[in-house]
């Protein structure tokens, strides 16, 4: 009876040594999170990382049990392994016990412009319509009017069609997070509008033939009539001529969408 309880606590104790969870470095728990991750750069190429494991497999060997956020649009974690060696092993401690202690002042400045971690967010709450720039695809670059934003989707009015961009492969966007009023200056351009009508209908009278009536008087009214019609056509559009105003004269900001091109700016 001692015999079998010696090999059952023989083995037994094999196997826990098998699953040990090992401590990277004492900066870090037995659970590396993805501010530590972040902060350390311990594995900077898992992307979507939640949390990270290390597991002792023997003395050479040790596994990585890394915990994944699923795609956007989609529920739950994804569970991912990878098999390094002790020299490995060594290497990543070595390297985040060569950094301070990760504190709070610490991330509030790592997370200062990480957009895309809010990206949703954000698109949503952008005014619509308006002019933007998208930076996409590997450096394609799109510019229109945003016309709208769901499903993961943001939808952009050119000057021929409308395009679709999924946000997953948006690296940077450019607009305006909201658009001033202006108001001082509406009458000023309403004003500007209007004369800039007359002013084109005054040209075209400039370049008509005189037009005389049965009586050889020459009809001035005609010219009346066009001046008067270029003016209201001014003013018809003086509304969009001072939404675009009022548009350019906002400042535009910049935000970073993917976090690729995150870690590219910060290198």
Do not use: W
């Amino acid at each position: 009876m001692r015999i079998v309880l010696f090999y059952v606590i023989f083995f037994f104790t094999i196997l826990i040594g098998q699953t040990e969870i090992v401590i990277l470095s004492s900066n870090v728990g037995t659970e590396i999170d993805l501010d530590e991750n972040r902060f350390y750069k311990i594995f900077p190429k898992e992307k979507g990382l939640k949390s990270a494991q290390i597991i002792r497999l023997s003395k050479e060997e040790y596994k990585i049990v890394f915990e994944k956020r699923a795609k956007r649009n989609k529920t739950g974690n994804t569970n991912k392994t990878k098999i390094i060696s002790r020299d490995e092993f060594e290497a990543l401690k070595m390297m985040v016990d060569s950094k301070p202690i990760f504190k709070k002042k610490d991330r509030v400045a790592m997370y200062a412009g990480m957009d895309f971690l809010r990206g949703e967010k954000i698109l949503e709450e952008i005014p619509k319509p308006q002019y933007v720039v998208l930076r996409h695809s590997g450096g394609k670059k799109l510019k229109g009017t945003l016309s709208r934003f769901e499903d993961n989707t943001i939808y952009v009015q050119t000057s021929t069609m409308i395009e679709s961009v999924s946000l997953d492969n948006v690296d940077l966007l450019s607009y305006r997070s909201e658009l001033a009023k202006h108001e001082n200056l509406r009458p000023y351009v309403y004003i500007f509008s209007g004369l800039s009508g007359f002013s084109l209908a005054h040209l075209y009278n400039k370049q008509r033939p005189v037009v005389y009536n049965t009586y050889g008087i020459a009809r001035k009214d005609l010219v009346r009539y066009r001046q008067i019609f270029g003016s209201v056509i001014g003013l018809i559009f003086s509304s969009e001529v001072f939404d675009a105003v009022a548009t350019l004269l906002t400042p535009t900001k910049t935000i970073i969408l993917s976090e690729a091109e995150y870690d590219n700016k910060n290198k």
